[in-house]
């Protein structure tokens, strides 16, 4: 299979639960687990720290609060422009990263939008973040100034209960869960969590996950939210080579699963409702490529044919039709996220199919890092548009338009 990077600058005249994961992944957890605390060095914490996002060097006072320069939607239009804020003072147990890139995720224009709620604006999106760590606090050991990070879907739990301290921060049972963006926190000058479409980001060390030098940031951004939202699922249901493997909707999230379930031996046939998508379809090594009609009379001859199926679409849509796609004991599982949160499926159908369905949020910080590893490792890289901070508006309109070929990557220098 391909999988070739695109590189893509837009011209502005022309913008368009871990016990069921396998032994294989418990040990790479704990192998990588020893190599980090052999790389945990560290002398003593500056009062001061060299922010080098840009060609001047900045001094800042860890001690004060961060200012940091992004772009923010300021109500429910989904248009967004530029904005100064700050971010808390770097904390005994954070990180400060200069940001390089950070790409753009459905779930933001859905969160900024109010699809999924009222928000609170200012509020700068991003959750797939890449850059170069600027400062420590004087607790940390995962992480050194100079070295590579990434962060993605969270930046904060409890760090006591069961889930948080079995890799599952994301299902925190205290619910103190503090995703990237958005969500109230006194920590916060603004009183929410702010994103990573932004110059730089203060967050907990234990919520970044490190960059291998093997792969590049712009490449590595994706993979910390599409990357781990598909990859989860796609090993909790311990594919085995040869199986067939549904992808419905071929986006940023799609377009990741298909080339994972291809690494891993999966026989994939990828589901689209864009003609124009095929041809890339086909070099990412999938089966077969449907192009869905309104009706879903095409999909009849796939009826009880697959074994898994993995659905990335983030809008309302007849479900029915690519659940009967799948054997009777097949699973489908549910990673995109619509307006209001909510799908309609006929149960008599679900009934008649005998199909296992359930949904899947993303994953926990050691499966994060894995995947950001597999994919170095492994070369699989995500199909990206990089573009400068004063084309996300644009990108966004692609990106609810179908036309985006597949993550566009902001270069946070140009924030």
Same mark, same amino acid.
């Given at each position: 299979?391909?999988?070739?990077?695109?590189?893509? @600058?837009?011209?502005?005249?022309?913008?368009?639960?871990?016990?069921?994961?396998?032994?294989?992944?418990?040990?790479?957890?704990?192998?990588?687990?020893?190599?980090?605390?052999?790389?945990?060095?560290?002398?003593?914490? $500056?009062?001061?720290?060299?922010?080098?996002?840009?060609?001047?060097?900045?001094? %800042?006072?860890?001690?004060?609060? #961060?200012?940091?320069?992004?772009?923010?939607?300021?109500?429910?239009?989904?248009?967004?422009?530029?904005?100064?804020?700050?971010?808390?003072?770097?904390?005994?147990?954070? +990180?400060?990263?200069?940001?390089?890139?950070? !790409?753009? *995720?459905?779930?933001? +224009?859905?969160?900024?939008?109010?699809?999924?709620?009222?928000?609170?604006?200012?509020?700068?999106?991003?959750?797939? +973040?890449?850059?170069?760590?600027?400062?420590?606090?004087?607790?940390?050991?995962?992480?050194?100034?100079?070295? @590579?990070?990434?962060?993605?879907?969270?930046?904060?739990?409890?760090?006591? *209960?069961?889930?948080?301290?079995?890799?599952?921060?994301?299902? *925190?049972?205290?619910?103190?869960?503090?995703?990237?963006?958005?969500?109230?926190?006194?920590?916060?000058?603004?009183?929410?969590?702010?994103?990573?479409? !932004?110059?730089? %980001?203060?967050?907990? &060390?234990?919520?970044?996950?490190?960059?291998?030098?093997? +792969? !590049?940031?712009?490449?590595?951004?994706?993979?910390?939210?599409?990357?781990?939202?598909?990859?989860?699922?796609?090993?909790?249901?311990?594919?085995?080579?040869?199986?067939?493997?549904?992808?419905?909707? %071929?986006?940023?999230?799609?377009?990741?699963?298909?080339?994972?379930?291809?690494?891993?031996?999966?026989?994939?046939?990828?589901?689209?409702?864009?003609?124009?998508?095929?041809?890339?379809?086909?070099?990412?090594?999938?089966?077969?490529?449907?192009?869905?009609?309104?009706?879903?009379?095409?999909?009849?001859?796939?009826?009880?044919?697959?074994?898994?199926?993995?659905?990335?679409?983030?809008?309302?849509?007849?479900?029915?039709?690519?659940?009967?796609?799948?054997? $009777?004991?097949?699973?489908?599982?549910?990673?995109?996220? $619509?307006?209001? !949160?909510?799908?309609?499926?006929?149960?008599?159908?679900?009934?008649?199919?005998?199909?296992?369905?359930?949904?899947?949020?993303?994953?926990?910080?050691?499966?994060?890092?894995?995947?950001?590893?597999? *994919?170095?490792?492994?070369?699989?890289?995500?199909?990206?548009? #990089?573009? &400068?901070?004063?084309?996300?508006?644009?990108?966004?309109?692609?990106?609810?338009?179908?036309?985006?070929?597949? @993550?566009?990557?902001?270069?946070?220098?140009?924030?």
């Amino acid at each position: 299979m391909s999988n070739t990077i695109t590189y893509k @600058r837009l011209d502005m005249k022309t913008q368009d639960n871990q016990e069921n994961k396998g032994q294989s992944r418990r040990n790479f957890i704990k192998q990588s687990g020893t190599v980090g605390a052999g790389m945990m060095l560290m002398g003593s914490v $500056p009062l001061f720290a060299n922010s080098k996002n840009s060609e001047e060097k900045e001094i %800042i006072d860890m001690s004060k609060n #961060i200012k940091t320069k992004g772009y923010a939607a300021k109500d429910e239009s989904g248009k967004l422009s530029p904005w100064e804020f700050e971010r808390r003072p770097v904390g005994d147990d954070d +990180i400060l990263i200069d940001i390089k890139f950070a !790409s753009i *995720c459905h779930s933001d +224009i859905h969160q900024e939008k109010g699809h999924w709620g009222k928000q609170q604006y200012p509020q700068v999106p991003g959750h797939e +973040i890449v850059g170069v760590v600027a400062a420590v606090g004087k607790n940390v050991t995962k992480f050194k100034v100079g070295d @590579r990070a990434g962060v993605g879907c969270m930046v904060d739990s409890c760090m006591e *209960c069961d889930s948080c301290t079995h890799g599952e921060e994301h299902f *925190c049972e205290r619910g103190q869960t503090l995703f990237t963006y958005g969500n109230k926190t006194e920590a916060e000058p603004t009183g929410i969590s702010q994103g990573g479409y !932004s110059d730089k %980001i203060v967050v907990r &060390d234990h919520f970044a996950v490190h960059i291998p030098e093997h +792969i !590049s940031f712009q490449e590595a951004a994706p993979l910390l939210c599409a990357g781990i939202t598909t990859y989860s699922p796609l090993m909790d249901a311990q594919l085995k080579v040869g199986e067939k493997v549904g992808v419905a909707g %071929i986006g940023g999230l799609g377009h990741m699963a298909v080339k994972l379930a291809v690494s891993k031996g999966a026989e994939v046939y990828a589901f689209t409702t864009t003609a124009d998508k095929v041809e890339d379809i086909k070099s990412w090594g999938v089966k077969e490529v449907i192009v869905v009609d309104e009706q879903f009379k095409n999909m009849q001859a796939y009826a009880k044919t697959l074994d898994y199926m993995i659905c990335t679409i983030p809008y309302q849509f007849n479900v029915t039709p690519y659940i009967m796609c799948l054997k $009777p004991g097949g699973t489908f599982t549910f990673v995109g996220m $619509p307006e209001g !949160s909510e799908i309609t499926i006929n149960n008599l159908m679900l009934a008649f199919a005998r199909v296992n369905f359930n949904a899947s949020l993303i994953g926990g910080i050691p499966e994060t890092q894995e995947v950001v590893h597999y *994919c170095a490792d492994n070369g699989i890289k995500p199909s990206i548009e #990089i573009i &400068d901070a004063n084309q996300i508006n644009n990108a966004w309109d692609k990106v609810v338009n179908k036309e985006a070929r597949y @993550r566009y990557v902001i270069d946070a220098s140009t924030f």
